[in-house]
């Protein structure tokens, strides 16, 4: 929990204090008795997940021994910070198997002004290396990323640097907002850019996330992926809710229960938010 990190426009080293990391050991028995229960994925949660540090251990230690666990298919973590993006976790991504190949890395602006007003400690370059690195590492990952519109003193090059950094790595997911000032933050006190500027730029922005995620999700089409069911959807009769190993939402229908199985989907269509498939492995229905 907490942040060290002081970006300009963030709230939370003032609301939760300084980073703080939960003991190792405690950790793998949370997880233990998750896996116990029946959870078949574990997500690893903080302000900036990928700062943890207990007794020289690091996230990367923790998604080791996470990939040991039999009973456990999937492992993830949210939300990191560029700055701590090390090479052991780096490496993490080619040595196991169950993290998924899905890593959301806040970026915030394609400007390596608005990044250096925002306080965010790395540029375009050092961001860069990092994608190019993990790609390396698991030709498979995919990248989801958060951005900041109409950051104080963002002129027309610096958003347009943040359209072309999308366009660039080609997020499948991304969450962009108009910047909003918080209370007690160095940016509560800036001139906010124009208010219809900003909902232009906005647009335009979202516009071409959209039509990369589109992109995206018609080269799913006819193609087979895993997906873990997590619930029988309880107004859709024999229809299961389950996620790709892309966070995908997957809806399938089938007439036994498949709640925390895995299986292969052969994706048929989709709609802006979710993916509808046709599940392959019937014969290997466990009996609800």
Do not use: W
Request: glycine letters at 4%; aromatic letters at 10%.
């Amino acid at each position: 929990e907490g942040c060290d990190k002081f970006c300009k426009f963030c709230v939370v080293p003032y609301t939760r204090g300084p980073e703080y990391s939960r003991n190792f050991e405690e950790i793998l028995i949370e997880a233990d008795d998750l896996i116990k229960n029946g959870s078949r994925e574990i997500t690893l949660l903080g302000q900036n997940v990928n700062a943890y540090q207990n007794i020289n251990k690091r996230l990367s230690d923790i998604i080791y021994a996470l990939e040991e666990r039999k009973d456990l298919k999937r492992i993830r973590y949210y939300t990191s910070h560029p700055k701590d993006m090390t090479e052991d976790l780096i490496n993490a991504h080619k040595d196991c198997k169950k993290l998924m190949p899905l890593l959301h890395l806040p970026v915030q602006s394609g400007s390596d002004t608005i990044l250096k007003e925002m306080n965010r400690k790395h540029n375009i370059k050092e961001y860069l290396e990092i994608i190019n690195a993990l790609k390396e590492k698991n030709s498979k990952i995919e990248f989801a990323s958060d951005f900041i519109i109409a950051y104080p003193g963002e002129n027309n090059d610096d958003f347009n640097k943040s359209c072309e950094l999308m366009k660039k790595i080609k997020f499948i997911n991304s969450y962009s907002f108009i910047f909003s000032p918080r209370p007690g933050t160095p940016a509560g006190e800036m001139k906010k850019v124009d208010t219809k500027l900003a909902k232009q730029r906005l647009v335009t922005f979202q516009k071409i996330a959209e039509k990369i995620k589109l992109d995206y999700k018609k080269k799913l089409l006819n193609q087979t992926v895993e997906v873990l069911f997590e619930n029988k959807m309880t107004k859709e009769k024999n229809k299961y809710f389950g996620r790709d190993k892309y966070q995908n939402p997957v809806i399938v229908y089938s007439k036994k229960n498949i709640v925390g199985q895995e299986k292969r989907v052969f994706i048929k269509k989709f709609s802006q938010h979710t993916i509808y498939g046709e599940l392959i492995d019937t014969n290997n229905f466990l009996a609800a």
